[in-house]
């Protein structure tokens, strides 16, 4: 079939361990993209996948090969490239692409069985979210953005204790078992992954508290690799300096144990990135507008959009801190990225049509 190419889909990978703020993270770059993103109407109602206007969302567990007992039997984790079909990951990633619909399959979450497959169509941009989205070169090749969410396995251990013991009644001893047990193959396949992503956050435990291990107060970082096409990091007063910043001043409220902003030039994975720091918590988020007038190339459209967006979704986790704040920043990226891409296609089929 013929495809227009200012149609083409925008692909994004975006890759983290589960229980890492992946959701977390999707609701808010949908939001930005303008619209909540919901489950296929009418659909299975087990899929993982979450539709928009302008986006659609899959999750890559839908490509493992292995169901739950397949994977049992053989002794493999989800996590092991053997449980996952990324073949077929690629020819419908780049079906889609192309513009072309597939029949993707469905890996059921509640039965750990794999599902008749859903129909999904060719969106305006498409993110592929999970264990892999960047390991298989095929696949990486056809992003055109791809984000690594890094949490510490610190915050990692306290973010699981929070939820699988307070809401799943888990033992300390069960899940510190569950997270050792994974990470021999989180270190060897996902792990690795993020020397090839365009932008990393990084999620640290805070330094502002001496011996803190609540995970509660965290130090945030976003890597920024530069020499991205359509992607100019974001920066904090004077591009390329170094510069250490504690905004609790006049004009913001502080309490213990305060925000400190860092900027950086660095090196990661012998890439040069631009590196923004933020290790503390918001007080009063309506204040972060003080914050957002200190940073540059936010690709907002217009001033005070950070935290107009930040106050919108005040009720996610991680609102009033660096991971809130990155995510969101991320997100106005890939919009404007996505608009140059688009644009840039319009004048190159003008131009064709001209010849
Ligand atoms: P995933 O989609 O990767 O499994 P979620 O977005 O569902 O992850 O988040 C899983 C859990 O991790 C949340 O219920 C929450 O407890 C915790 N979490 C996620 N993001 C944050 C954050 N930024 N700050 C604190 N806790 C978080
Ligand atoms: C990871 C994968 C899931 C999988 C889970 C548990 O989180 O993303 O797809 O269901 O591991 O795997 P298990 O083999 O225990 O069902």
């Given at each position: 079939?013929?495809?227009?190419?200012?149609?083409?889909?925008?692909?994004?990978?975006?890759?983290?361990?589960?229980?890492?703020?992946?959701?977390?993270?999707?609701?808010?770059?949908?939001?930005?993209?303008?619209?909540?993103?919901?489950?296929?109407?009418?659909?299975?109602?087990?899929?993982?996948?979450?539709?928009?206007?302008?986006?659609?969302?899959?999750?890559?567990?839908?490509?493992?090969?292995?169901?739950?007992?397949?994977?049992?039997?053989?002794?493999?984790?989800?996590?092991?490239?053997?449980?996952?079909?990324?073949?077929?990951?690629?020819?419908?990633?780049?079906?889609?692409?192309?513009?072309?619909?597939?029949?993707?399959?469905?890996?059921?979450?509640?039965?750990?069985?794999?599902?008749?497959?859903?129909?999904?169509?060719?969106?305006?941009?498409?993110?592929?979210?999970?264990?892999?989205?960047?390991?298989?070169?095929?696949?990486?090749?056809?992003?055109?953005?791809?984000?690594?969410?890094?949490?510490s396995n610190e915050v990692k251990f306290a973010?699981?204790?929070?939820?699988?013991?307070?809401?799943?009644?888990?033992?300390?001893?069960?899940?510190?078992?569950?997270?050792?047990?994974?990470?021999?193959?989180?270190?060897?396949?996902?792990?690795?992954?993020?020397?090839?992503?365009?932008?990393?956050?990084?999620?640290l435990p805070?330094?502002?508290?001496?011996?803190?291990n609540?995970g509660?107060?965290?130090?945030?970082?976003?890597?920024?690799?530069?020499?991205?096409?359509?992607?100019?990091?974001?920066?904090?007063?004077?591009?390329?300096?170094?510069?250490?910043?504690?905004?609790?001043?006049?004009?913001?409220?502080?309490?213990?144990?305060?925000?400190?902003?860092?900027?950086?030039?660095?090196?990661?994975?012998?890439?040069?990135?631009?590196?923004?720091?933020?290790?503390?918590?918001?007080?009063?988020?309506?204040?972060?507008?003080?914050?957002?007038?200190?940073?540059?190339?936010?690709?907002?459209?217009?001033?005070?959009?950070?935290?107009?967006?930040?106050?919108?979704?005040?009720?996610?986790?991680?609102?009033?801190?660096?991971?809130?704040?990155?995510?969101?920043?991320?997100?106005?990226?890939?919009?404007?990225?996505?608009?140059?891409?688009?644009?840039?296609?319009?004048?190159?089929?003008?131009?064709?049509?001209?010849?």
């Amino acid at each position: 079939a013929f495809v227009c190419s200012a149609e083409k889909t925008v692909v994004i990978g975006l890759a983290a361990d589960s229980g890492c703020g992946k959701s977390t993270f999707m609701r808010r770059l949908t939001s930005v993209f303008g619209g909540a993103a919901e489950p296929p109407k009418g659909g299975n109602p087990d899929s993982n996948t979450l539709i928009s206007d302008t986006t659609t969302v899959i999750c890559l567990d839908d490509y493992h090969s292995l169901d739950r007992t397949g994977r049992k039997e053989k002794g493999v984790t989800a996590l092991d490239p053997r449980a996952n079909n990324f073949d077929l990951m690629y020819e419908q990633v780049k079906a889609i692409k192309d513009g072309v619909a597939v029949e993707k399959p469905i890996y059921n979450h509640v039965t750990g069985l794999l599902d008749p497959p859903e129909l999904i169509k060719p969106p305006k941009i498409l993110v592929i979210e999970g264990l892999h989205p960047m390991y298989d070169s095929r696949v990486r090749d056809l992003l055109d953005f791809s984000i690594y969410l890094d949490i510490s396995n610190e915050v990692k251990f306290a973010w699981k204790i929070q939820r699988d013991m307070a809401e799943r009644g888990h033992s300390l001893e069960s899940i510190k078992a569950s997270i050792e047990a994974r990470k021999p193959d989180f270190d060897a396949y996902i792990d690795p992954q993020k020397q090839y992503a365009d932008a990393v956050i990084e999620v640290l435990p805070t330094q502002l508290i001496p011996d803190d291990n609540e995970g509660k107060v965290l130090r945030v970082r976003l890597i920024m690799k530069e020499g991205v096409k359509h992607f100019a990091p974001v920066y904090l007063f004077d591009e390329g300096s170094t510069i250490s910043w504690i905004p609790c001043g006049r004009k913001l409220t502080c309490s213990y144990p305060g925000i400190n902003f860092f900027y950086s030039p660095e090196t990661y994975f012998s890439n040069e990135v631009s590196m923004l720091e933020m290790d503390g918590q918001f007080e009063r988020l309506d204040e972060l507008i003080y914050v957002e007038s200190h940073l540059s190339n936010l690709s907002t459209k217009f001033y005070g959009e950070v935290t107009q967006q930040m106050l919108k979704h005040s009720d996610f986790p991680g609102s009033n801190n660096g991971t809130g704040l990155f995510q969101t920043i991320v997100g106005l990226k890939i919009r404007d990225l996505y608009e140059q891409i688009v644009a840039e296609r319009a004048a190159a089929s003008v131009a064709a049509a001209k010849l």
